[in-house]
């Protein structure tokens, strides 16, 4: 394990609401602004939220989903782990938030919409691609949420 973290020290970085949002995406696999604010005490989503209290299709629910691959039936972050622990050299390791029939359901298109993921016989890494960043006023979150699901992924 590199002994390096990615995260700015130029301004404070809500590391821990970071992390939780991470959670809330990728562990709980919601889109309910209730559960990320009860569940975690994160408060800054309630604004996108829709009549229902929930993001629409966004962020975790895209997550939820089950596909079906030649594996069998899995949800993108199951299908993700799988591959690590039985092909961690396969090409195909990618996670994406970004589903077009889905857009007009979402209250917010995904910002960090995208993971790639390579093992190299030592690391695992990933590439995250984000449609936009607000890197100078809300610090490096997205980064920081990225590295910590990248470790959090590299320890199951």
Avoid at 1 to 28: C, N, V
Avoid at 119 to 141: C, F, K, W
């Amino acid at each position: 394990m590199q002994e390096e973290f990615p995260i700015a020290t130029l301004r404070p970085t809500a590391f821990k609401s970071g992390l939780k949002e991470i959670l809330w995406i990728y562990q709980d696999q919601s889109n309910d602004v209730q559960l990320l604010e009860e569940k975690y005490g994160v408060k800054y989503w309630r604004s996108w939220a829709n009549e229902d209290g929930n993001l629409g299709l966004a962020y975790g629910r895209q997550m939820k989903y089950e596909h079906q691959y030649k594996e069998g039936y899995f949800n993108q972050i199951d299908m993700l782990i799988w591959d690590l622990k039985n092909n961690p050299y396969r090409r195909r390791m990618i996670t994406n938030l970004y589903n077009h029939q889905d857009l007009r359901g979402m209250t917010l298109y995904p910002y960090a919409f995208l993971t790639m993921w390579d093992y190299d016989g030592e690391y695992l890494n990933m590439t995250l691609v984000q449609r936009s960043s607000d890197y100078l006023v809300a610090g490096n979150i997205n980064v920081t949420q990225y590295a910590l699901l990248q470790h959090m992924i590299a320890q199951v």
